[in-house]
């Protein structure tokens, strides 16, 4: 019995250590995020997002891609012996005595055409790409995060539109059952209510599905998703604004990483074509060389020291780096096309997201102003007059049913105007979230 008690308090401390390891293996938690802003969110995700560490480290890459494209050719340096006659042997003495043919050569490639030049720039030309990689996995990511933050925003709003719905129709249920006793009201239409009120609950079931999956889908973006279930934002919605922002199209779409980063590559590109072409200025090696030899009584053949130059310069007689060439153009005009492409998709998504803008502004003022009041002095109407008896069960339901309806719709509107504004900013790319 000691044997089993002893066994199951180790047990115990062990599933106790294993359990205090658990949040050290999960990171580091973020404080807060049960009242989390958007810039708050923004800044966690720059933080801990795969696809901004990812391009990071492409950066990295193409700084070594730097470094390595401006270093110059190094020496080689070359240790032979030779003629070792073991019939006549190496005769006698110190090691430098010996009858042997013992070279030492230094060959230097030199580079012409600003070859090292080129590939300096083509390089480069690549790291700034890269450079805008990452400038523009920012900016996309602020976009998403933007997105997912009004998301959760708008599921915890109609949230709390349904759980309110359904504390409403509990009362409504109450009113209905008092009525039915008091002879006013039918039990079929007391049954009609208590089906719209489970409805309702059902409903409200499904947008506590949704706001899990919102707070999930946000949690991903920022890299905190084992704390999905803490999230909670408190930002209010942006203010509808109907003026049409002012600004030079063509700036803000020269001013986008992305099209930095095709405007790079093609600079890139065109450093890679002069490259190439510059493959048809030949490269010269020049080499150096001691050489000593030492005579012998038993091999008088020896020159002593001598010394060498040598120059050694490619033939083409073959080749003439015709693909090469034709090759590096290939992409020059590839490059320029992606540009151009780039170019178009900014100014197509630029048109959009300005359209998109202004046509929520617009629903979100008209919901706020005319729609949402009068639906709710409807459904407060219904209400009194049901509970005075003056209307009828289908009546205050469909007044509630417009009511309810309006409330989301205008969620809705509201969300979708954050979002397209933040779609509008990530566009034109607005000089705080360079």
Same mark, same amino acid.
């Given at each position: 019995?000691?044997?089993?008690?002893?066994?199951?308090? &180790?047990?115990?401390?062990?599933?106790?250590?294993?359990?205090?390891?658990?949040?050290?293996?999960?990171?580091?938690?973020?404080?807060?995020?049960?009242?989390?802003?958007?810039? $708050? !969110?923004?800044?966690?995700? %720059?933080?801990?997002?795969?696809?901004?560490?990812?391009?990071?480290?492409?950066?990295?890459?193409?700084?070594?891609?730097?470094?390595?494209?401006? !270093?110059?050719?190094? *020496?080689?340096?070359?240790? $032979?012996?030779?003629?070792?006659?073991?019939?006549?042997?190496?005769?006698?003495?110190?090691?430098?005595?010996?009858?042997?043919?013992?070279?030492?050569?230094?060959?230097?490639?030199?580079?012409?055409?600003?070859?090292?030049?080129?590939?300096?720039?083509?390089?480069?030309?690549?790291?700034?790409?890269?450079?805008?990689?990452?400038?523009?996995?920012?900016?996309?990511?602020?976009?998403?995060?933007? $997105?997912?933050?009004? +998301?959760?925003?708008?599921?915890?709003?109609?949230?709390?539109?349904?759980?309110?719905?359904?504390?409403?129709?509990?009362?409504?249920?109450?009113?209905?059952? $008092?009525?039915?006793?008091?002879?006013?009201?039918?039990? !079929?239409?007391?049954?009609?209510?208590?089906? +719209?009120?489970? &409805?309702?609950?059902?409903?409200?079931?499904?947008?506590?599905?949704?706001? #899990?999956?919102?707070?999930?889908?946000?949690?991903?973006?920022?890299?905190?998703?084992?704390?999905?279930?803490?999230?909670?934002?408190?930002?209010?919605?942006?203010?509808?604004?109907?003026?049409?922002?002012?600004?030079?199209?063509?700036?803000?779409?020269?001013?986008?990483?992305?099209?930095?980063?095709?405007?790079?590559?093609?600079?890139?590109?065109?450093?890679?074509?002069?490259?190439?072409? @510059? !493959?048809?200025?030949?490269?010269?090696?020049?080499?150096?060389?001691?050489?000593?030899? *030492?005579?012998?009584?038993?091999? *008088?053949?020896?020159?002593?020291?001598?010394?060498?130059?040598?120059?050694?310069?490619?033939?083409?007689?073959?080749?003439? /780096?015709?693909?090469?060439?034709?090759?590096?153009?290939?992409?020059?005009?590839? @490059?320029?096309?992606?540009?151009?492409?780039?170019?178009?998709?900014?100014?197509? =998504?630029?048109?959009?997201?300005?359209? =998109?803008?202004?046509?929520?502004?617009?629903?979100?003022?008209?919901?706020?102003?005319? %729609?949402? *009041?009068?639906? &709710?002095?409807? @459904?407060?109407?219904? =209400?009194? #007059?049901?509970?005075?008896?003056?209307?009828?069960?289908?009546?205050?339901?469909?007044?509630?049913?417009? /009511?309810?309806?309006?409330? %989301?719709?205008?969620?809705?509107?509201?969300?979708?105007?954050?979002?397209?504004?933040?779609?509008?900013?990530?566009?034109? %790319?607005? =000089?705080?979230?360079?």
């Amino acid at each position: 019995m000691m044997m089993l008690t002893a066994r199951l308090i &180790r047990t115990t401390i062990r599933l106790a250590a294993l359990l205090a390891l658990l949040p050290l293996c999960a990171g580091a938690a973020e404080p807060g995020l049960d009242m989390l802003s958007l810039a $708050q !969110a923004i800044e966690i995700g %720059l933080r801990h997002n795969h696809d901004v560490r990812l391009a990071t480290l492409a950066v990295d890459s193409a700084q070594a891609a730097v470094t390595a494209a401006s !270093a110059r050719p190094n *020496p080689s340096l070359t240790l $032979q012996t030779a003629n070792i006659n073991p019939k006549l042997g190496i005769g006698s003495g110190s090691l430098r005595a010996k009858t042997v043919d013992t070279t030492i050569r230094l060959d230097q490639l030199i580079e012409r055409g600003g070859k090292r030049e080129l590939r300096t720039e083509n390089a480069a030309g690549l790291e700034r790409a890269s450079r805008a990689d990452l400038d523009d996995a920012r900016r996309q990511l602020r976009l998403n995060l933007s $997105q997912a933050y009004y +998301d959760l925003l708008a599921a915890q709003e109609k949230w709390r539109t349904a759980i309110d719905t359904v504390a409403l129709f509990d009362g409504t249920v109450n009113a209905a059952q $008092q009525r039915r006793k008091a002879g006013d009201l039918a039990g !079929a239409e007391v049954e009609r209510i208590r089906v +719209d009120a489970l &409805r309702a609950q059902n409903d409200a079931r499904q947008a506590e599905a949704d706001l #899990a999956k919102a707070r999930l889908a946000l949690a991903l973006l920022m890299g905190v998703e084992t704390q999905a279930q803490s999230l909670r934002a408190v930002d209010s919605w942006p203010e509808p604004n109907l003026a049409r922002p002012d600004g030079d199209l063509d700036r803000f779409i020269a001013r986008r990483p992305d099209i930095q980063a095709a405007q790079a590559r093609v600079e890139a590109a065109a450093a890679a074509a002069r490259l190439a072409r @510059a !493959a048809r200025t030949r490269d010269v090696s020049v080499g150096l060389q001691f050489e000593h030899y *030492p005579a012998s009584a038993a091999n *008088p053949q020896g020159s002593g020291n001598s010394y060498g130059v040598s120059l050694q310069i490619p033939l083409f007689t073959g080749y003439y /780096y015709e693909g090469e060439i034709r090759a590096a153009q290939a992409a020059l005009d590839t @490059a320029q096309q992606s540009l151009e492409k780039a170019r178009s998709i900014a100014r197509g =998504e630029l048109a959009g997201a300005l359209h =998109e803008v202004q046509a929520a502004a617009e629903r979100v003022q008209r919901l706020r102003q005319e %729609l949402l *009041p009068a639906a &709710r002095k409807s @459904a407060d109407a219904a =209400e009194y #007059a049901f509970r005075n008896g003056a209307i009828g069960v289908m009546d205050v339901l469909d007044a509630r049913r417009t /009511y309810r309806a309006t409330q %989301l719709e205008a969620v809705s509107a509201q969300a979708d105007y954050a979002k397209a504004l933040a779609a509008w900013r990530a566009t034109v %790319l607005e =000089e705080s979230e360079k």
